[in-house]
């Protein structure tokens, strides 16, 4: 990817494990609601843009020339109010992808959440469907069954993107994050473990996303964890994933085996 990359909220927590982990490995432009503290090493100032995610005169001024969008931007709470989740989740995934097609952009990567099927995890199936014993596995050709309204706008997102891609030119992946921790995985439980996703790990996804040749997707971002119920083949097979985590290879201290 030799164009600029947009990445909309930046400062978060994917954000900024995508920007640690790949650094200078593409020319960033960063977009968020507020100015970072401090600009990450190696992007300029100016490549910084601060606004709305809902705001479409903004998204154009950050979005011309990229070739890609890797959208994280939106309210990131599980229990965010639905008015919070509409305008930010909802309303600013559609600008983003908009503005995308719009622009002539040639990928948008979707930051989707494990909220979006968080309703598979019933009590008939927990908590045997977090151990290694057990076969059960989401391959996101799933329906959503969201757990929360949080939940559902990442779902609405991933229909946004799906419209997007089968009314205009943009490639899209849809990536359902799971539980993305620094250091070691939540080891004092058993889903924690299941569905972590670490810093390199998560870098990497993002980037095999930017680099591969794909139409629509939706994919699971966990770690090569024993411990899963997510399957991640999908990931592997079209995108090139090839995560080096395991959430088993820590002790119950958090210390590496």
């Not at 910084?48 to 969008?69: H, N």
């Not at 921790?181 to 930017?210: K, N, V």
Request: with cysteine; charged share 25%.
């Amino acid at each position: 990817m030799d164009d600029p990359v947009l990445l909309t909220g930046a400062g978060g927590r994917v954000g900024t494990a995508v920007l640690d982990g790949l650094g200078t490995a593409y020319d960033w432009r960063l977009f968020d609601l507020e100015p970072p503290a401090s600009t990450p090493a190696g992007i300029d100032e100016t490549d910084v843009y601060v606004g709305d995610v809902t705001d479409r005169e903004a998204l154009r001024e950050a979005i011309s020339g990229v070739g890609a969008v890797v959208h994280l931007a939106g309210d990131p709470r599980p229990k965010a109010p639905w008015d919070s989740v509409l305008h930010n989740n909802i309303d600013g995934t559609h600008a983003v992808f908009e503005v995308a097609a719009e622009q002539g952009v040639d990928t948008v990567v979707f930051a989707s959440s494990n909220h979006a099927v968080g309703a598979f995890e019933t009590d008939d199936r927990t908590p045997e469907m977090y151990r290694t014993d057990d076969d059960y596995r989401l391959d996101g050709t799933e329906p959503a069954r969201p757990s929360n309204e949080y939940g559902v706008s990442k779902a609405t997102g991933e229909v946004i993107g799906r419209y997007f891609y089968d009314h205009s030119e943009l490639s899209v992946a849809c990536v359902r994050i799971g539980n993305l921790t620094e250091g070691h995985p939540p080891i004092e439980y058993e889903r924690g473990q299941a569905m972590w996703l670490s810093h390199r790990d998560c870098a990497h996804l993002f980037d095999r996303c930017l680099q591969a040749d794909y139409g629509f997707e939706v994919v699971y971002g966990i770690s090569d964890n024993d411990r899963k119920y997510y399957s991640i083949d999908r990931a592997r097979e079209v995108l090139g994933y090839e995560p080096r985590d395991n959430s088993a290879a820590y002790t119950f201290d958090g210390e590496r085996k």
